[in-house]
């Protein structure tokens, strides 16, 4: 156990639809990271936050968004979803996301029909 | 956009052979860090390399980097038909994100 969270485990839901994930970092992580990972793909990096402020922005659409709260879970909100949006959507935490070990959340499956 | 590339993308490998994988990386980094992946599943850390270290063992891990030419290689020496899993690199850049390559499958056939 990672002791990162990831809510909900599976999703399934409809074209053009909005769902958001939740992920509780690991206790004493300030630093939280998405991720995208696609069917046998590598992970595209989404967003990092850091202390409840955006510190790096990857490959995220416009039709995401997330965030980081004062207790430190972060959610991602997907919107206007498309049949590609369907992929293993990752959390994970780090201490102070500067050169240190990150653990990662089981992942909340998407799957957009 | 990418910022690590393994190579290869798939080994397969007899147990009690040695597996080596390698990440090329294109900015300069801060450290590289190798992970883990067994399917459909998060990710585990197994070892960090700082951009001042050349080398670095953890067990059965072995791990070299070449700031030089923007690679790094990982030697699983032994292996074991539990090792089998997708394996990444991930660097940091100079803006403190964390970016994966796509990794490379390794099999190792009991």
């Known amino acids: 156990d990672s002791g990162v969270t990831q809510t909900p485990k599976h999703l399934i839901t409809a074209t053009g639809q909005r769902v958001t994930l939740r992920c509780s970092p690991r206790s004493g992580d300030l630093s939280v990271y998405w991720y995208q990972q696609s069917l046998d793909q590598g992970l595209q990096f989404l967003i990092q936050y850091y202390n409840g402020e955006e510190r790096a922005k990857g490959n995220i659409l416009e039709r995401f968004s997330a965030q980081q709260f004062p207790d430190l879970h972060s959610e991602l909100n997907l919107s206007s979803l498309e049949l590609g949006d369907s992929a293993l959507y990752f959390c994970a935490s780090s201490v102070d996301g500067m050169n240190t070990e990150a653990f990662f959340g089981q992942g909340t499956r998407l799957t957009v029909v | 956009s990418q910022q690590g590339e393994e190579d290869p993308q798939a080994l397969s490998i007899q147990e009690g052979e040695n597996a080596t994988m390698n990440c090329s990386y294109k900015?300069?980094?801060?450290?590289l860090q190798w992970y883990r992946q067994n399917s459909g599943r998060g990710l585990v850390h197994l070892i960090l390399?700082?951009?001042?270290?050349r080398e670095k063992h953890s067990g059965r891990l072995r791990v070299t980097l070449d700031t030089s030419k923007k690679s790094s290689s990982l030697l699983i020496t032994a292996s074991r038909a539990a090792d089998t899993a997708s394996y990444f690199c991930a660097t940091d850049a100079l803006v403190n994100d964390m970016r994966f390559g796509a990794g490379t499958r390794l099999t190792v056939k009991p």
């Open positions: 390399i700082r951009s001042n270290e």
């Open positions: 900015t300069s980094i801060n450290n």
